[in-house]
């Protein structure tokens, strides 16, 4: 299984990289990743798990966080109405998203990041998002709210953006990262 040893942190430069495309239909290698690292996100939210193994909890996962330039996220978090999205998407891509945009109260937070960023990142209050699934499923989802949020920070980690180039004003120590050692 998959635990924090395995997350890349910032300073690695594959977290700048701009992921590739997965050839379709995936190969067993990439559906084991796409496994680990869905498995990943649910042990993270499972307190005991969590607790065992030190991990702390994400409600996503974009492969270059474990060191793979691959266009694959991992998704678990409850939308609006307490069901739980959970899922894999190869190549996801926002093909519209509304105007308005929105915000988390707290800022983000990063698997990848070893600090408080403070600031507030603007996200699209709403988008669609295309992908296919681990079973190979070619989906089209409409999303609002926390769900929303989570997909474009995933699909940001797929083009190297991380949540804190977003944060308008933040001064420059903070979108610095530090050099790889
Ligand atoms: C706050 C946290 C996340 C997404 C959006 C807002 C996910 C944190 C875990 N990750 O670093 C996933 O890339
Ligand atoms: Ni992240």
Not at 38 to 51: G, L, T
Not at 99 to 121: A, I, Q, W
Request: hydrophobic letters at 40%.
């Amino acid at each position: 299984m998959l635990t924090m040893k395995d997350i890349v942190r910032e300073g690695h430069p594959v977290l700048r990289e701009i992921a590739k495309e997965v050839t379709l239909p995936a190969s067993n290698e990439d559906k084991e990743i796409a496994q680990k690292m869905i498995e990943f996100v649910i042990n993270s939210q499972d307190p005991d798990i969590a607790d065992q193994y030190g991990l702390r909890p994400g409600i996503g996962l974009a492969a270059p966080q474990i060191g793979i330039s691959k266009r694959i996220i991992a998704v678990h978090v409850p939308d609006e109405r307490d069901e739980l999205i959970s899922a894999v998407l190869f190549n996801p891509k926002i093909v519209s998203h509304s105007v308005e945009e929105t915000h988390l109260e707290n800022g983000e937070g990063c698997l990848s990041v070893d600090r408080e960023v403070p600031g507030l990142v603007p996200r699209y209050a709403r988008i669609t998002v295309k992908g296919t699934t681990l079973e190979g499923q070619d989906i089209s989802w409409r999303l609002k709210g926390l769900p929303a949020i989570v997909f474009q920070h995933e699909i940001d980690h797929l083009n190297g953006i991380m949540f804190y180039d977003r944060i308008q004003g933040l001064d420059d120590k903070f979108k610095k990262e530090l050099p790889n050692l």
